[in-house]
């Protein structure tokens, strides 16, 4: 059965356990991941790239079948699909017994594909098709974000986000964030600020800065800053992004310290990690302890109260702060 991505509220009311997300647009798979299925669910969410399920097929379906009465709720997201799950996924079906949420992430799949084939036409599996995203959907993601976050944009400034989101959500949304920490210590944004917040689209963001930072990558650190003109928005953006994911950093480091299985707290945290983003805060869960962390966020916390009050010197301030672990 096909549901199309707009048509996302159908999901919620499917009796379906298996679900096929396939295409190219990465940003909508994790919006409907994150959305419909990880937003306030409550268990275990395990992930697994084909080849890991290809190599242990026998025990992965076990392990998928049997279920104690006291083993918690369970999501399963598989990806890099290919077809070479189809066996797999029609082994499953043919027991009936499933109970277990799958959700099966692809790239492009043809449509003479076993794999698609089979998700279309049984009714009792749900399969989404992704394509890129157009002006009107890129603008529906700014409109949800606005309200979510309880922000005005002038069409102006959506239409210039847009523009420079090259028709990436991903991008769209880590420039929103951008506006949304600097509408902290600015109320009324302009088409100014877009301009000078997403300057760095085509160098390094201030999110790969921020990641390198808390990575301990020190040469990557120090290319980025050489290779950068920040201007005084720039700085007050860098601070809350540096601040945002401290205090993230600060949550995995407090469930690592009573869980010191590290992919398994970053597998199961909420609100769920991008896929692209575990391996880099992986490094940075085990390149601070708790305790610098929590120094780390009162130091940034003085910094901030220090750039505003010497705006002038606030790029000195934060180059400064950035380059001396």
Same mark, same amino acid.
């Given at each position: 059965m096909i549901i199309k991505s707009f048509e996302l509220e159908k999901? &919620?009311?499917?009796?379906?356990?298996?679900?096929l997300i396939f295409g190219k647009n990465d940003g909508i798979k994790e919006d409907i991941i994150s959305t419909i299925y990880l937003k306030d669910f409550v268990g275990e969410i395990l992930k697994y790239d084909e080849t890991e399920i290809l190599n242990s097929k026998d025990?992965?379906?076990?392990?998928?079948?049997?279920?104690?009465l006291f083993e918690?709720?369970?999501?399963?997201?598989?990806?890099?699909?290919?077809?070479?799950?189809?066996?797999?996924? %029609? $082994?499953?079906? !043919?027991? #009936?017994?499933l109970q277990t949420k799958i959700i099966i992430k692809s790239s492009n799949l043809e449509k003479k594909s076993k794999l698609r084939s089979v998700f279309e036409k049984d009714k009792t599996l749900v399969c989404t098709p992704v394509y890129?995203? $157009?002006?009107?959907?890129? %603008?529906?993601?700014?409109?949800?974000?606005?309200?979510?976050?309880?922000?005005?944009?002038?069409?102006?400034?959506?239409?210039?986000?847009? !523009?420079?989101?090259?028709?990436?959500?991903?991008?769209? &949304?880590? !420039?929103?964030? &951008?506006?949304?920490?600097?509408?902290?210590? #600015?109320?009324?944004?302009?088409? !100014?600020?877009?301009?000078k917040l997403t300057n760095l689209a085509d160098n390094y963001s201030v999110f790969e800065l921020s990641d390198n930072y808390l990575a301990k990558n020190y040469k990557k650190v120090s290319n980025i800053l050489n290779e950068n003109n920040y201007s005084s928005e720039d700085c007050i953006v860098i601070i809350r992004t540096l601040l945002s994911k401290s205090k993230r950093l600060l949550k995995i480091r407090n469930e690592i310290d009573n869980n010191p299985n590290i992919d398994q707290v970053i597998s199961n945290f909420k609100p769920p990690l991008f896929w692209k983003e575990k391996d880099i805060v992986k490094k940075q869960a085990q390149s601070w302890s708790t305790d610098e962390v929590k120094e780390m966020i009162y130091k940034v916390n003085d910094l901030e109260a220090l750039v505003k009050k010497n705006a002038?010197?606030?790029v000195f301030f934060v180059s400064n702060f950035i380059s001396n672990y």
């Amino acid at each position: 059965m096909i549901i199309k991505s707009f048509e996302l509220e159908k999901l &919620k009311s499917s009796n379906s356990n298996i679900h096929l997300i396939f295409g190219k647009n990465d940003g909508i798979k994790e919006d409907i991941i994150s959305t419909i299925y990880l937003k306030d669910f409550v268990g275990e969410i395990l992930k697994y790239d084909e080849t890991e399920i290809l190599n242990s097929k026998d025990e992965f379906i076990s392990n998928l079948l049997t279920r104690s009465l006291f083993e918690s709720n369970k999501i399963i997201i598989i990806s890099r699909a290919t077809e070479k799950l189809y066996p797999i996924i %029609n $082994d499953i079906l !043919e027991r #009936k017994k499933l109970q277990t949420k799958i959700i099966i992430k692809s790239s492009n799949l043809e449509k003479k594909s076993k794999l698609r084939s089979v998700f279309e036409k049984d009714k009792t599996l749900v399969c989404t098709p992704v394509y890129e995203d $157009d002006v009107r959907a890129l %603008n529906q993601v700014i409109n949800n974000f606005l309200r979510d976050q309880k922000l005005n944009l002038s069409q102006e400034i959506k239409n210039l986000l847009i !523009e420079r989101s090259k028709g990436d959500r991903i991008n769209l &949304k880590n !420039e929103l964030l &951008k506006l949304k920490f600097l509408s902290i210590t #600015k109320h009324k944004l302009t088409t !100014e600020d877009v301009f000078k917040l997403t300057n760095l689209a085509d160098n390094y963001s201030v999110f790969e800065l921020s990641d390198n930072y808390l990575a301990k990558n020190y040469k990557k650190v120090s290319n980025i800053l050489n290779e950068n003109n920040y201007s005084s928005e720039d700085c007050i953006v860098i601070i809350r992004t540096l601040l945002s994911k401290s205090k993230r950093l600060l949550k995995i480091r407090n469930e690592i310290d009573n869980n010191p299985n590290i992919d398994q707290v970053i597998s199961n945290f909420k609100p769920p990690l991008f896929w692209k983003e575990k391996d880099i805060v992986k490094k940075q869960a085990q390149s601070w302890s708790t305790d610098e962390v929590k120094e780390m966020i009162y130091k940034v916390n003085d910094l901030e109260a220090l750039v505003k009050k010497n705006a002038a010197n606030s790029v000195f301030f934060v180059s400064n702060f950035i380059s001396n672990y």
